[in-house]
């Protein structure tokens, strides 16, 4: 039986990356799933990927009504919410001096609006039953920030604080919420970097690798499962030693 018999998740930004990695892991071991993301026809696919204990729903986590719908789809079809994890994430990366108040604007929007109503909405829904666990994906620059990316270093520090904040209001409730920093990671987002980046940020790992979705995915399960019981307010690096 796996860690997550029984239990029932959702998890945003699901389409692809992380996200994916994530729900894939969750699914296998045993937890049903609920995929959001602002790419319906991917969420979709990759619902479809997983088997009969994933569905898919089209939902843009800046928006109160789609972060509401989606987990209220978890509970209508489910019967319940006992895991939440808060991954979508974009980067509109540039220097400060070229950077645009736009591109800060809707980079703390997706990131930490996005996760403070996912923290909201799950944190309701699992009020009723008595336990859950969230888990939000940070980032290791909200903990060194990022040259080029005051937007999203700034985004990600943000989410640390509103886990710990979270934590605190939650916890008399029996929900737990912990964040993950990722370090470098192979997906789209990082695929997109020019080469020059993403050699100088190799040369910093420890480890002397890049990691996989998939090891992430692995930290966010330990974090919703029972293992991670006695743990909340925590921001586990997940990043091959780098910036350790
Ligand atoms: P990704 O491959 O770009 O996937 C992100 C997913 O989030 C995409 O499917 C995207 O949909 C979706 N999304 C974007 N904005 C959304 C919104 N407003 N509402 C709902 N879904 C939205 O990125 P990733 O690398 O897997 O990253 C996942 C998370 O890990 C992010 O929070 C990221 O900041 C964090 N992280 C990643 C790394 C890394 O090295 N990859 C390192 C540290 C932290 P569209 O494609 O339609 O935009």
Not at 52 to 60: E, F, K, L, N
Not at 163 to 185: H, S
């Amino acid at each position: 039986m796996g860690s997550l018999e029984g239990k029932v998740a959702v998890v945003t930004g699901a389409a692809q990356g992380i996200g994916l990695a994530i729900a894939t892991r969750l699914v296998a071991d045993g937890a049903r799933v609920v995929l959001g993301d602002l790419d319906a026809d991917g969420a979709e696919k990759a619902a479809g990927g997983l088997g009969a204990g994933a569905s898919a729903v089209r939902c843009d986590v800046t928006s109160e009504q789609d972060m509401t719908a989606l987990v209220g789809e978890a509970v209508t079809r489910y019967g319940a919410l006992d895991v939440m994890v808060n991954n979508a994430g974009i980067t509109r990366d540039a220097t400060i001096r070229t950077m645009s108040l736009d591109d800060l604007r809707i980079v703390l929007d997706v990131h930490v609006a996005g996760t403070w109503i996912g923290c909201k909405v799950a944190g309701a829904a699992m009020r009723a039953g008595g336990s859950g666990a969230i888990v939000n994906i940070s980032s290791i620059a909200g903990k060194v920030g990022n040259f080029g990316q005051t937007n999203y270093s700034a985004a990600k520090a943000g989410i640390v604080g509103l886990t710990k904040a979270c934590a605190k209001e939650f916890a008399k409730d029996g929900v737990r919420v912990n964040a993950i920093q990722p370090g470098l990671i192979r997906t789209a987002m990082t695929e997109a970097m020019p080469e020059q980046a993403w050699n100088s940020k190799m040369a910093e790992i420890p480890l002397r690798r890049a990691g996989e979705p998939s090891e992430v995915a692995a930290v966010a399960a330990f974090l919703a499962g029972p293992m991670s019981s006695y743990m909340t307010g925590a921001v586990l690096e997940v990043t091959g030693g780098r910036y350790m």
